[in-house]
């Protein structure tokens, strides 16, 4: 057994026993709805369970980052989905999430509300669900860290910092990338998120989206903590797995894809263009500055290898301003 294999048994072993612990204190449990997407066939419902204690108040819109990730999770629990005509049942996974496909769900495009529930819960939860029309055929996808908000990822210190210590409300945006997101997309054209980040963030990633006027959309993030195969889920992964997956279930849209060059997205965005040339419209790519990558990794220029983006067009900015000033000269 490895020691990757070990600390997900005990990381297990411990939350069961504070799931048990907490249920004999009145706690139950609690559907968090994420938000899901889909299209005329077939829509994708997100979300997590959770215990929650039944007389807390409710956490405020400002707490300290640490406080997202104390949660305890349920796990193989069941649960019952209904979004528009459907009503499924399916089962959370290990760390309690859950993704439940839904087909043939009758809703026209735009925002739904799907209802979620527990067995053991006193309420239905909801989770919001964009559908996209099939007509559309521009949508963007978007980084997160140190794209549209200041993270300074992956260097760890710093990374733990700003979201452990840092109040939620304090996080700062990449100035300018609410104009050019405006700029780049059209009417009822999509917008999706997609990070490295831990759900646990989820919340307070929607409120920061909200505050600086970006476009609403749904967030593909991911779950911290040992696998089978190491300590961490590789980040990379999960975003090369999010990207092919809305390729597949968008099969008329073509993607602006908006990444920087701190990490991997310009090696992730060529790669992409490589298998899919005809589903890529533009990659434009925030440059951090010099200052920017020491305190991310600790050298002065990029860790990751050039975009090679062949003949889709391309633009990189250091703020959004700047890469709107690009767009506007294509």
Known sequence: MGFSDVVRWAEHRINNADVKAKARRGWAPQVTGFTGYGNSERARVLGRVLMADPEREPKTEVERGYRQFFTTQVPD???????????VTAQTNGNGYLEVLILDHGLEPGWHTATVQTPLSAEPSEAQVQIISDDVTHGLISDVDDTIMVTMLPRAMLAAWNSWVKKTNTRQPIAGMDDFYSAVLGPDEPTFYVSTGAWNTYDTLTDFIAREKLPRGPL???????????????????????????????????????????????????????????????????????????????????????????????????????????????
């Open 77 to 87: 629990i069941e649960v019952t989905v209904t979004l528009g005509a459907q009503t």
């Open 220 to 330: 593909l993030l991911t779950d911290w903590g040992p696998t089978p195969t190491g300590l961490f889920r590789s980040g990379k992964e999960h975003k090369r797995v999010a990207l092919r997956n809305l390729i597949v279930d968008f099969p008329n849209i073509r993607w602006t894809l908006v990444g920087d060059d701190g990490q991997h997205d310009p090696m992730l965005y060529s790669d992409l263009v490589q298998e899919h040339p005809d589903r890529v419209r533009l990659v434009a790519i925030r440059e951090l500055s010099r200052s920017e990558h020491m305190l991310a990794h600790g050298t002065t220029t990029t860790i990751s290898q050039p975009g090679n983006y062949r003949t889709i067009k391309s633009i990189h900015g250091h703020t959004g301003f700047d890469l709107l000033e690009e767009y506007r000269h294509l």
